[in-house]
């Protein structure tokens, strides 16, 4: 499975933006998504999960209520809607596929990862 991360781009605090990730194939064993993001200097850290279904999405805490995951799998796309962005939600914003059908806020847990997609906001 390849994924192609796309829609980052550089906007100002408070502003927003639509991440897309479009997997090259539908995924065999029914499987969980998530997003990532690694800013400079630091660690990659969990931003948003979505199981299969689509029914069941976890949050960072330094995210929710401002981003929204969701996926179509017809389009074997998943998004995350991000609104009220802030300096500190700047880096590197990695979309991955789980092992499992179930989300995961552990990146051990997946198996695909795309090559991310640059995300800046001004202050």
């Known amino acids: 499975v390849q994924l192609q991360a796309s829609g980052g781009g550089l906007v100002q605090a408070g502003g927003s933006l639509r991440l897309s990730c479009t997997a090259s194939?539908?995924?065999?064993?029914?499987?969980?998504m998530g997003w990532f993001r690694q800013a400079p200097g630091k660690e990659r850290e969990f931003v948003a999960t979505?199981?299969?279904?689509?029914?069941?999405?976890h949050y960072a805490e330094s995210v929710k209520g401002r981003f929204t995951v969701s996926r179509d799998i017809a389009k074997n796309t998943l998004y995350l809607q991000m609104n009220s962005l802030k300096p500190e939600d700047t880096g590197v914003y990695y979309c991955?596929?789980?092992?499992?059908?179930?989300?995961?806020?552990?990146?051990?847990?997946?198996?695909?990862w795309g090559q991310g997609t640059q995300v800046t906001v001004s202050s």
């Open positions: 991955a596929v789980a092992r499992s059908s179930a989300g995961s806020s552990n990146a051990e847990r997946y198996q695909y």
């Open positions: 979505i199981a299969y279904r689509g029914g069941d999405t």
């Open positions: 194939r539908r995924t065999s064993s029914n499987n969980g």
